[in-house]
Nanobody
Framework: QVQLVESGGGLVQPGGSLRLSCAAS????????LGWFRQAPGKEREGVSC????????DYADSVKGRFTITRDNDKNTVYLQLNNLTPGDTGVYYC?????????????????????WGQGTQVTVSS
């Protein structure tokens, strides 16, 4: 079955950390750019971070730069998002997604319109 499955979310206090995982099955994830997005209640979905397939280049939203880190483990067919120094503003459902396979090297995008294959999401709640 071809799917992306997010895990690792939960309830954490401000200043805490979580590591989210995006595991792919049915296809080879390292052939694809990968984006992480989040959606807070009543807000639009926001592109948090992405990693390029071609060269591993990464990009982050200004709101998470220096606190979040995206990495790949090709042996595990998984992409991770390390979340550090969390604040209540980081609360939301976190999704990972892949765009259509490209035959040419690309630079990943944090625009959700580029992506067409999504996981089901994992909830992150930051609260004291």
């Amino acid at each position: 079955q071809v799917q992306l499955v997010e895990s690792g979310g939960g309830l954490v206090q401000p200043g805490g950390s979580l590591r989210l995982s995006c595991a792919a099955s049915g296809f080879t994830l390292d052939n694809y750019d990968l984006g992480w997005f989040r959606q807070a209640p009543g807000k639009e979905r926001e592109g948090v971070s992405c990693i390029s397939a071609s060269d591993g280049r990464t990009d982050y939203a200004d709101s998470v730069k220096g606190r979040f880190t995206i990495t790949r483990d090709n042996d595990k067919n998984t992409v991770y998002l390390q979340l550090n120094n969390l604040t209540p503003g980081d609360t939301g459902v976190y999704y990972c997604a892949t765009p259509p396979l490209s035959l040419f090297p690309t630079t990943c995008s944090r625009s959700e319109h580029v992506y067409n294959f999504w996981g089901q999401g994992t909830q992150v709640t930051v609260s004291s």
